[in-house]
Each structure stands twice: as structure tokens, then as C-alpha cells.
């Protein structure tokens, strides 16, 4: 980040009543012992005195009123900058936080949603690539910053590939056109994304077109590709790939937990509503445990049939729905705890098989 620079001025006036004090009048002399006299009176005699006496020492304050008039005004003038150049800053720092990236968005997010903390693996450097900068210009963004070798592969990450993974390009850009330099943890989380694409390529997960509008509208709400790319200040290709990569790793992810990533933790019932209600709410729940057609239980060897033995569905209750909540929510948690911990493992093992180095000049 470019520090503002300090802009210091020194404002000095010249005190217009400081002339009038020097000159000598016969009066001086008087108007001095009347204004020792004041001091030594009760407040009303004071100001009767100094009103009855029209000397240079009574027009003083008039003087300096009209310097400080002075004074303020060309104060407040040299302030106009820096209050500017304040106002500019503000506009800068809300520009660049107004919104994640794109794929901090849908990719870094299907990635870390189950991970924990990553096997230390990472070779860090004491400075940064392109000679230590902190800003890049535009012509610099497509200069590697990270570099990673995985299966015996060299593969340089660019800063421009960083940035996307981090604030975002946008978000980057700075009023004077310069970018930031993509932090340490913008440049790894490229690096992961990049290596686990690799494993998608390597195991012959494909996306259809399909899939990648059943994604979008899932993650963003949108299958308007162009929409979304002038939302986060994209080309529509990009977007279009950013989807792709991170529907890929979603199904990799599904493949390697064995659960389905659609699938969201169960919502506790309201109280006060009719059987019918409960009765879809618990069927919902319950779901291949039980037989729609017969209407009873398709197996008795699950948790939710202790729990609700001689469950009637016209006859819902409640409390049986509760309780099949309570049931459901246990099995979703030991569900998305054994889910995490196979990702983290994976991801963590792949990893130590990959070389990674930034921070250090790799061009």
C-alpha cells in the first residue's frame, strides 16, 4: 500500500497591532496606569474606566480578532488538500472492500469448507519476487509471484491469478492504477486451487454445461454468465472457467467425503402447526426408512425407529417431529465431521507431494 505522504505548512501572520503598541503617543503613559488601575476595582468600575479612555491599548482586541479572522481562514484553505485527499482514501478503501472475488466466492469456498489447518509444507522466503514491491503496475500482473512443482511438473502462479484468488482484480486496483501485491495467503490458495484442478484433470472428473448452470444458481443465484461478470468486474470466459473449476472440485470433493455437498443440516420444526405438517416434516427426514407405498416402516434398523416406534404419519405430532429432528441433526453432524476430516486428509496428502515457493525471486 502507498503511504500518503505528510504535508506539513507553517501559517504565520504578522500581528497588525503589534506596530501600533511600539508608536509614542503623549497618552501611552496614562493609558497604561489607567489599565493598572482597572485590574485593582470592582468589575463595573473596571469597565467604566477602560470606556472613558480611547487609547491604542483599547483598540488591541478589535486588531487581534481581525488576525485570527485571518489566521482561520487561510488555516482552513491549507486544510482543503487534506481533506480532499482524505475524502479519496475513504472512496479507495470502500472500492476495494465492497465485495469478495469471484473465486473467493465459489472455489476458495467449496475448498476450505470442510478443510482445517494445512500440513506445514510451504517453503517461504524472506522477500517477495519483482524486488521486494508492494504495488504492481498493469503490465506486471501476468509476472509470476508463486511458483509450484507437483507429479515432477514446474508451474508458475501469476499475480494476476493471486489477486483473483484473494480481493479480487477489482478490488486490487488502486486510484493511481497500480495493484496490490497478492498477499502470502493469496498466492497459496491460487496454488491449492491449481493442484486440485490437476487432481480433477488426473481422475477424469468432466463438467457439463448442465452441471455448470446447476452450480451457478446454486453458489450465486444467477446463470447469467454476463451478469455475474459485471458484477465482479470480469469477462464472461473467466467466469465461465472460475465455475467450471470449482463445480470440478465439488465433485471431487463429493467423490473423496462420499456425501452429497447439496445436502444442508435439517431446520428444527414450529410449534403449533397441524399434523399434516409434521406429518411431511418427518417423512421428509426419515426418508428411505420409510415405505410411501405401504405406508410403514421400509427397515427397522435405523435410529429414527427407537424414537418413533407405532408412529402414525396422519397422526403426527410435534414432539415426534422434534424428535426426529434431534435424531437428523446427530446424523448430519457425525456425517460432516467424518466428510471433513477425509478432505482434510486428502488435500493435506496431495499437498506434501508438491513443492511450493514464493516470496523468494522465482523468475
Known amino acids: 500500500m502507498t503511504q500518503a505522504k505528510k504535508i506539513t505548512k507553517t501559517l504565520s501572520s504578522k500581528n497588525a497591532s503589534a506596530k501600533a503598541g511600539t508608536k509614542s503617543r503623549p497618552t501611552a503613559k496614562k493609558a497604561s496606569t489607567a489599565k493598572k488601575t482597572a485590574t485593582k476595582v470592582p468589575a463595573a468600575s473596571a469597565k467604566k474606566s477602560v470606556t472613558v479612555k480611547t487609547t491604542p491599548a483599547a483598540k488591541k482586541p478589535a486588531a487581534k480578532t481581525e488576525t485570527r479572522k485571518a489566521t482561520t481562514a487561510k488555516a482552513s484553505k491549507a486544510l482543503e488538500p487534506k481533506a480532499a485527499a482524505s475524502e479519496k482514501k475513504k472512496a479507495d478503501e470502500k472500492k476495494q472492500t465492497r465485495k469478495v472475488s469471484l473465486v473467493a466466492t465459489i472455489i476458495t469456498g467449496v475448498i476450505c469448507a470442510f478443510l482445517g489447518v494445512l500440513l506445514g509444507f510451504y517453503s517461504l522466503g524472506s522477500g517477495f519476487a519483482l524486488g521486494g514491491k508492494t504495488t504492481l503496475s498493469e503490465g506486471e500482473l501476468n509476472s509470476p509471484v508463486g511458483m ?104 471431487l470433493k463429493e467423490e473423496i467425503t462420499g456425501i452429497d455437498l447439496s445436502e444442508t443440516a435439517p431446520v428444527a420444526p414450529e410449534g403449533g402447526k397441524d399434523a399434516a405438517t409434521y406429518k411431511d416434516y418427518i417423512l421428509n427426514l426419515l426418508g428411505s426408512n420409510w415405505n410411501a407405498e405401504t405406508n410403514s416402516w421400509a427397515n427397522t434398523d435405523n435410529a429414527f425407529y427407537e424414537s418413533l416406534q407405532g408412529f402414525n404419519p396422519d397422526q403426527a405430532t410435534y414432539d415426534q417431529a422434534l424428535a426426529a429432528f434431534n435424531i437428523a441433526s446427530q446424523q448430519y453432524s457425525t456425517s460432516s465431521t467424518s466428510a471433513a476430516q477425509s478432505w482434510n486428509d486428502f488435500v493435506n496428502e496431495i499437498l506434501m507431494n508438491c513443492q511450493v515457493r514464493i516470496g523468494e525471486a522465482i523468475m
Open 148 to 251: 509450484y512443482i507437483y507429479k515432477g511438473v514446474p508451474n508458475f502462479i501469476s499475480a494476476r491469478e493471486a489477486l483473483e484468488s484473494g480481493e479480487g482484480l477489482t478490488n486490487a486496483k488502486k486510484s493511481d492504477g497500480t495493484y496490490d501485491y497478492p498477499s502470502a495467503d493469496a498466492i497459496l490458495a491460487s496454488i491449492r486451487t491449481a493442484v486440485l484442478n490437476s487432481e480433477v484433470t488426473a481422475r477424469g472428473i468432466t463438467i457439463t454445461d448442465e452441471e455448470m448452470k446447476d452450480y451457478a444458481q446454486a453458489q450465486l443465484g444467477s446463470t447469467d454468465y454476463g451478469q455475474i461478470a459485471n458484477s465482479y468486474g470480469l469477462d464472461e470466459e473467466s467466469v465461465q472457467n472460475y465455475i467450471r473449476q470449482a463445480a470440478g472440485i465439488n465433485k
